[in-house]
């Protein structure tokens, strides 16, 4: 066969026989069971920190064994917590991910950074121990917590805080940064922070972070910030102890999905779950809670919010066009509530990029599984999942097949309202969620 004369640069090509061959895996993989009902999902480094709706390790554990090889590259262009890149360091790929957010690249890093586990005890006895003695003498230490933050996040910190957890936040925190070792500072930075996201009960007045709802409570049980960081820092460290590290390389860093800073052609496999439309799980809500203490000022948190896929601003914002069938599910929310429409507009705009960005970095004939929830705008159903299938195909992937899978909800975090019905609208729509599964084709043509 004859090479066609492109004005591209050479594009590398998988034989038919093993494209085809690719695509029946991939077809035979979603019609297994993924719902994971009562099984235990905590091994490993999993549970370092509280962190909302993110999959179980067994989802991506089974794409990544049965569609790559040792070597091979596996992407999760919007990392979250890291599920995907740990199993693809586990199963001794090249993970690479990207997230926008901070408090993402901190969990996501240090899940797959090999720690010195007695040093870093020794080095977390040494910061409480440094921390107790701070606290000797508390006007210092306000006097450095004033200094420490700028107005607006000093106001949100005295809002949210209890004086004395203010106090032994500061004086933790300070002690921490003092850590030489950028490793072991970075697992104490994220045991710290833990004792401020929590399940349940933490050292904020806010209740229900981890579940990216918080709301504040007048009366509060206080609790010892410096006493949760000890036990955290334990049960990480018996996690780490747990895990066997590897050799394989990874490449976790800040990146924008709609703008990945990778090649043409060098991703063997992606598996991501993007974010609800509209903030339905809305995560800087939640972590700026630890990353303001972590040195980001609060109003940059706020900025960066704006800029998530699923967020709601509107102004100056750059819209694709749609598929028809998108286009019209669009078009039936617009008519329920306008504001909303275009929300869902932004929403699939940015997914088209994200999947434009996946289609570029793929190999030809390799894989992308989108696991997705879908949820209803003025009762007006968004379809997440045709809707992406259909902006994918539009794109030039191939849509090999939508599965549906139950949300375990006794194992995975979700939003929940507080006050008025029990049953919720976003409680409603996060029983179940879809895997999107698509393959890059093999050749690729170029029409003059």
Known sequence: MSQLSLPLAHLQTEPHHAHLATRDRLQALLQEDFDFQGQYAAHATHNLHPFPAK?????????????????????????????????A??????????????????LAQVKVTPLPLDQTARTAAEVVVEARTAL????????????????????????????QSQLELAALIQAIERVESSTIRACLQLAFSATIITKSAGVSLARDLAHTRPHKVKEAEWRSPI??????????????????????????????????????ASVDLIVTSPPYASNAIDYMRAHKFSLV????????????????????????????????????????VEKADPRKGRVLHRYYSEMTRVLREMRRVLKPGTCAILVVGTSTFKGQATHVQHCLGDVGQALGLDLVGIAERRIDRNRRMMPAR?????????????????LIGFQKPAYVRCLN
């Open 55 to 87: 999959f179980p390790p067994q989802l991506p554990r089974r794409f990544i064994q049965a569609l790559t090889q040792p070597g091979d590259v596996v992407l999760d262009p919007m990392m979250g917590s890291g599920t995907t890149v740990l199993e």
């Open 89 to 106: 360091y586990l199963a001794q790929r090249t993970a690479v991910g990207f997230d926008i957010d901070p408090l993402a690249r901190l």
């Open 136 to 163: 000797a003498q508390p006007d210092a230490v306000a006097q450095s917590l004033d200094q420490r933050f700028n107005p607006k996040s000093r106001d949100f910190i005295h809002y949210w805080f209890p004086v």
């Open 227 to 264: 006493g949760l960081f000890e036990k955290r820092v334990g049960q990480n460290l018996a996690a780490f102890a747990a895990m066997g590290w590897t050799s394989a390389p990874t490449q976790l860093e800040a990146g924008d999905a709609q703008q990945l800073p990778l090649p043409d």
């Open 293 to 332: 203490w972590l040195g980001y000022p609060i109003e940059d948190l706020s900025q960066r919010r704006r800029e998530y896929v699923g967020g709601e601003a509107l102004d100056d914002f750059s819209f694709e066009p749609l598929p028809d069938y998108t286009a019209e599910v669009v078009a039936a």
């Open 418 to 434: 507080h006050g008025g019905k029990t049953g919720s609208q976003i409680e409603e729509r996060m029983h179940e969620e879809y």
